[in-house]
């Protein structure tokens, strides 16, 4: 993917940063924005012998998603990789929920999923070259989580704007797709869970682990690349089992 450049929202750390990484070892020069400090990513991505570039910027505002692709276009001319990765939910009981709860977490990761995705699609569909777009979902996107309804509803949504925009764009060889990661193993989850919880919980699942941040930007370097050539609509499970009927007996 040498020559190519993607933009990774939420790119300062996590799963965002995994995916910078990795798609910086596949060659690709990296734009990527976050609410938070640019953190270690510029220097990660720089090690690999690829660019960096870092744009403060919330993705729940459309103005500021303008600027951050015109900030890339201006520095690297070209946009052909979106990778929507910045989201957060509220924990929270149904009954307890309050408006604003619900509202901030559909404006970051439901609406700030559109708005990257149609200002990138746009640059895509102007420059003729294809492109891709990848959504980080999620495993709640299929079950019930409960004290999650605005998250769950977000990546359901995320689900089904990533099968609508890959056939609307497919005739600009846009391909969409999005990746449904199970429990891994982050900055945001770690204020929730301790070392020793995630490690005696990690055991309960399928593959005995969370996954490493690295393992979800694989798949989104598989998605991205030529290899995926032919694969666009398609939401890929990378949750070590997660969603498997819990029904395994260990022998
Ligand atoms: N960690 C998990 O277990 C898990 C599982 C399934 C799906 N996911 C999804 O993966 C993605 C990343 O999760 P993570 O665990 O790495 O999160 P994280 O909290 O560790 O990192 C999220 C990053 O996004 C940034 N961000 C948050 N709101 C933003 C905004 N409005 N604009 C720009 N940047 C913003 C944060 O500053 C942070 O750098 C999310 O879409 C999440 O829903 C995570």
Redesign the pocket.
Known sequence: MTGKVAWI??G?????QGCAVELARAGCDIAF????AEAETIRLVEALGRRALFVE????NRESMEAVAQRIMNTYGRLDILVN?????VRKAFLDLEIADVERVWA??LW?VFHCSQIAARLMAKAANGGSIIS?S???AERAFPMSTAYNAA?SGVNAMTLTWASELAQYKIRVNAIE????D????RRYFSEELIREEGKKLPLGRLAE?AEIGKAARFLASEDAAYITGTILKVDGGFLLPMTTVRV
Do not use: L, M, R, Y
């Open positions: 929202t939420g300062s750390q996590g799963i965002g924005c976050d609410i938070g910027g919330d993705v729940s990765n910045a989201a957060f939910g970051v990761a700030g980080i999620s495993v709640h990546k990661p199970g429990w891994t982050t900055p945001g989850e941040p």
